[in-house]
Nanobody
């Protein structure tokens, strides 16, 4: 069973940077597409970034493109989300998700395993 554990969330000022980490069950990172979603208070969960199970293909939402970078380390079974130029509207609980290999899906239904989430708060 795939398990995902996020870390790295916290409080940061607008314009600052933060790196989120997601530790996955062995082999998960090299055999699944991985993604980050977020959920702000009172809103639904939205896709942030995804990375294909093989190669370097990535996909980003329009709201974070050019500010956030997703990457993975197969040897460490980890996926990362480096966030820069943070804005108050980036405040949310961030979730790591694993889904079947293939085209990077930006929908929740494309991912069958989820972490518990980590809170990111950006102050103005």
């Amino acid at each position: 069973q795939v398990q995902l554990v996020e870390s790295g969330g916290g409080l940061v000022q607008a314009g600052g940077s933060l790196r989120l980490s997601c530790l996955a069950t062995e082999y998960t990172v090299r055999t699944n597409n991985l993604a980050w979603f977020r959920q702000a208070p009172g809103k639904g969960r939205e896709f942030v970034a995804g990375i294909m199970w093989i190669g370097d293909s990535t996909r980003y939402s329009a709201s974070v493109k050019d500010r956030f970078t997703i990457s993975r380390d197969n040897a460490k079974n980890m996926v990362f989300l480096h966030m820069s130029s943070l804005k108050p509207e980036d405040t949310a609980v961030y979730y790591c998700a694993a889904g079947r290999p293939g085209t990077i899906n930006d929908a929740e239904w494309g991912y069958g395993s989820w972490g518990q989430g980590t809170q990111v708060t950006v102050s103005s």
